[in-house]
C-alpha cells in the first residue's frame, strides 16, 4: 500500500516539474528571463568601472553609488 502512495507522489512530483519548465520555456519565448531586476542600468555600471580604473576605492564607489561593495565587484566583473 505504501509503495502505491509512493508511486503517486513520484508521479505527481514529475508532472509538477514538467509543468514548471514548460512555463519557464514559454516565459523565455516571450523574452521573459526571470529573477530579480539589475540595481543600475548599463550607464551606472559604465561608471562604476571608470571610477574603478581611475583607482578609486571601491569602498568610495560603493558610498557614492548608495549600493553594496559587492554589488560593486558584481558589476566590475561583467
Do not use: C, Q, W
Amino acid at each position: 500500500m505504501f509503495h502505491l502512495f509512493a508511486f503517486f507522489a513520484e508521479f505527481e512530483r514529475n508532472l509538477i516539474r514538467e509543468r514548471t519548465e514548460a512555463g519557464r520555456a514559454a516565459a523565455r519565448a516571450r523574452g521573459r528571463l526571470g529573477g530579480r531586476p539589475e540595481k543600475l542600468g548599463k550607464k551606472e555600471g559604465e561608471m562604476i568601472k571608470t571610477l574603478a580604473a581611475n583607482k578609486n576605492p571601491i569602498k568610495d564607489i560603493a558610498e557614492m553609488m548608495e549600493i553594496s561593495r559587492t554589488t560593486v565587484y558584481r558589476y566590475l566583473a561583467k
